[in-house]
C-alpha cells in the first residue's frame, strides 16, 4: 500500500532521514518508534506530502509523492504531532470547512458528519468553539478532521502525547477500532501504545531504520539475548563456574533468595539454546531446583540497546 | 476555485470573529471621515482630491495591519501542515487568503462611499467619473499592498515581523516618487515607472491607461507568485 525507496531528507547539513526502504501493507497498523529527534515526524510528513523528498520516493498505490501529490493527499488523513486546530471556530464550522476543503459537501457532508462524530464521541461538544474544549477533546477534533473524508490511510504522529491516563485510553481504543478498517500509521515515543495498538513496529534511529517486525519478532530477533533464570541451592560461587563449563552461557546476576538457595541469571543467544546443557549441568550436581523459566527480553530493552548503544542488527 | 472560495470565506469570516478587524475599520472610517470632511466643511470644498491623497498614506499601515497575520498566523500554529496536507495547491492557499483580504479592505472601500454619496447629495459640478476613476484607483492600490503584505506573511511566523517586512516593502515603493528628484536624471525614468504614487495618482485623476493597469496587474501577479514560491520553497 505505502512502499518507501531509498528515502533521504536534509535539513541543510542535517540528514534527518537516511535512505530508508519499508513497505507497509494495506489494513495494517504499524508503530513507528524512536527517540526524540530520530526522524518519525519527517517520515510522517514526507509520506503526508508535507515535506518533499530530498532524494528516494514514496509510492502509495499506485501513485507517487513526487508527481501525484495531491492524489495522495486526498487518500491520507493526517493528525500532525502539535494537534494544530482553528480554535476561535466551532467544532461544527471547522469540520465543515474541513469537508468542504476534502470536496464533502451537501448531503455527503451530513453523513460524513455525523458518522465523524459519532465515531469521535464529539457529539456535546459540535456547537463550543475549539479553544473552550479540554486537550482530550481537542484531540478528538484533531482525529475527526483527519476521518472526515473517509481516507483510506490514517498517519497519527504521536496521537496521545500530553494526554492524561484517561484520555490515553479512550483515544487509543478510538484509534484500535479505526485500525480495523483502515491503514495505520502510528508514530510514538511510547512503547506501550505501540504495544497496545500496532501490528508491526519499525524502529528508526538517527534517521534509520534498526529495527523491524513483530513485536515477538524485535524481542527474538533484534535483541539477539535470552535469559534464562535458575534457582538452585547452590553457592553464588558454584554458579559461577557454570559458565566456565558451559561458555554460551554468560551470568549476569546471582543473588541470595531463601536459606541456601540462589537464583542466577544467565543470557545467551538464542541461536545457541543452553537451557539444555545448563539443566544436565544442575542434574549431574544433583542440586535442588526451584525455578527453571526463560525470560523475554522486553520491547524497552531492545528499544535502549538499538537506540541508545546504537546497536545495529 | 473551489479551494480557493472555501479558504477565502473562512479567512473572511475569521476577520470578524476577532475585535482587530473592527477596530481597524472604525480607524480607517474616522481617519478618512476627517479627511473628508475638513475641505468640506472649512473650505466648502465638494471634492475628494484630499481623501484620495490621504489613503494611499492610510493604507501604508492599514493593509499590513489586515494581511499580517494571513499566513504568518498558520505558520505559527501549525495549521499550514494541515491546509498543505489537503488536496489544494499552494497558489490557491495564496488567491484564497489574498481575496479574503482584499475583501476587508474592500468593505472599509464600501463603508468610505458615504463620503462621495455625501458629495453628490449636497455638492454642486460634482465629477462622478474621477469619483470613480479614484475608487478604482484605491482598489487597485489595495490589490497591489495586499499582495505585498501576503508575501511578507508568508516569510515568518510572527505577525509584527510580517508587518515589518509588508510595511518597508510598500514603504519603498511609496516613496520613489517622493525620492525622484535625489535620483540622476538618467535613471528617474525607471524610478518613476515603478512608483505606486505615480500610477495611482494617473487613475485618480481619471486616467485609466494600460500602463497603469499594467503596472498593477504585474504587481499583484509578481507578489502572489512570491507567496505562493515560499511557500512552496517551504516543503524543501
Known amino acids: 500500500m505505502i512502499r518507501l525507496e531509498n528515502l533521504v531528507k536534509d535539513y541543510g547539513t542535517v540528514r534527518a532521514v537516511n535512505s530508508i526502504d519499508f513497505e507497509i501493507n494495506e489494513g495494517e497498523i504499524l508503530g513507528f518508534l524512536g527517540p526524540n529527534g530520530a526522524g518519525k515526524s519527517t517520515t510522517l510528513k514526507m509520506i503526508t506530502c508535507y515535506l518533499n ?22 487518500m491520507i488523513g493526517y493528525l500532525p504531532e ?24 451537501g448531503k455527503e457532508f451530513n453523513t460524513a458528519f455525523k458518522r465523524t462524530i459519532d465515531k469521535c464521541g464529539l457529539k456535546e461538544v459540535v456547537a463550543k468553539p475549539i479553544h473552550t474544549l479540554s486537550k482530550g477533546f481537542k484531540q478528538r477534533v484533531g482525529l475527526a478532521q483527519a476521518i472526515i473524508h473517509n481516507p483510506r490511510i490514517l498517519i497519527l504522529d504521536e496521537p496521545t502525547s500530553g494526554l492524561d491516563p484517561n484520555q490515553i485510553v479512550e483515544i487509543r481504543e478510538l484509534i484500535k477500532e479505526l485500525g480495523k478498517e483502515k491503514t495505520v500509521v502510528l508514530s510514538s515515543h511510547i512503547l506501550q501504545e505501540v504495544q497496545a495498538l500496532c501490528d ?13 517486525g513483530s513485536q515477538a519478532d524485535l524481542t527474538e530477533d533484534y535483541s539477539n539475548r535470552a535469559r534464562l533464570i535458575i534457582q538452585v541451592d547452590a553457592s553464588q560461587e558454584d554458579l559461577t563456574k557454570i559458565s566456565g563449563v558451559i561458555p554460551s552461557a554468560k551470568l549476569v546476576s546471582c543473588k541470595s533468595i531463601l536459606d541456601g538457595f540462589n537464583e542466577a541469571v544467565f543470557e545467551y543467544t538464542p541461536t545457541n539454546d543452553v537451557r539444555k546443557e545448563i539443566y544436565n549441568y544442575i542434574k549431574q550436581q544433583d542440586w535442588t531446583l526451584l525455578e527453571f523459566h526463560r525470560d523475554y527480553i522486553s520491547l524497552e530493552e531492545v528499544f535502549r540497546s538499538l537506540t541508545i548503544e546504537g546497536g545495529n542488527r | 476555485m473551489h479551494y480557493i472560495k472555501t479558504i477565502a ?35 466648502n470644498q465638494s471634492d475628494l482630491r484630499t481623501l484620495f491623497s490621504i489613503i494611499p498614506t492610510i493604507f501604508l499601515i492599514f493593509i499590513p495591519a489586515i494581511t499580517m497575520g494571513l499566513v504568518s498566523k498558520e505558520n505559527n ?55 470613480f476613476s479614484g475608487y478604482l484607483g484605491l482598489l487597485l492600490l489595495a490589490a497591489g ?7 511578507a506573511s508568508c516569510l515568518t511566523k510572527n505577525q509584527i515581523i510580517a508587518f515589518i517586512i509588508s510595511f518597508v516593502i510598500i514603504l519603498f515603493f511609496y516613496i520613489l516618487d517622493y525620492a525622484l528628484i535625489f535620483i540622476p536624471p538618467a535613471m528617474s525614468g525607471i524610478f518613476q515607472y515603478l512608483s505606486i504614487n505615480y500610477h495611482f495618482s494617473n487613475i485618480a485623476k481619471g486616467v485609466i491607461d494600460t500602463r497603469n493597469l499594467i503596472y498593477f496587474g504585474s504587481m499583484i501577479y ?6 505562493s514560491t515560499t511557500l512552496d520553497l517551504k516543503k524543501r
Do not use: Q
Open chain 1, 53 to 74: 523528498p530530498t532524494a528516494g520516493n514514496i509510492h502509495v498505490g499506485k501513485y507517487n509523492v513526487v508527481e501525484n501529490s495531491a492524489e495522495i493527499r486526498s
Open chain 1, 82 to 105: 502539535t494537534n494544530p486546530l482553528y480554535t476561535e471556530m466551532t467544532v461544527y464550522d471547522y469540520l465543515k470547512y474541513v469537508a468542504t476543503m476534502r470536496n464533502i459537501k
Open chain 1, 200 to 212: 508491526r513496529i519499525i524502529i528508526i534511529n538517527r534517521g534509520k531504520i534498526v529495527a523491524d
Open chain 2, 9 to 43: 470565506l473562512k479567512e473572511f469570516t475569521s476577520f470578524f470573529k476577532s475585535p482587530a478587524a473592527y477596530m481597524v475599520l472604525i480607524g480607517f472610517l474616522l481617519i478618512t471621515g476627517w479627511f473628508f470632511a475638513n475641505p468640506l466643511f472649512l473650505i
Open chain 2, 77 to 131: 500554529n501549525g495549521t499550514i501542515e494541515l491546509l498543505s496536507t489537503m488536496p489544494v495547491k499552494s497558489s490557491e492557499i495564496v488567491l484564497g487568503k489574498f481575496i479574503a483580504g482584499l475583501g476587508l479592505i474592500c468593505v472599509g472601500l464600501l463603508l468610505s462611499l458615504i463620503h462621495p454619496i455625501t458629495i453628490m447629495l449636497i455638492g454642486t459640478n460634482v465629477d462622478a467619473g474621477a469619483m
Open chain 2, 145 to 151: 499592498y495586499s499582495a505585498i503584505g501576503l508575501f
Open chain 2, 222 to 227: 509578481a507578489f502572489l507568485f512570491l507567496a
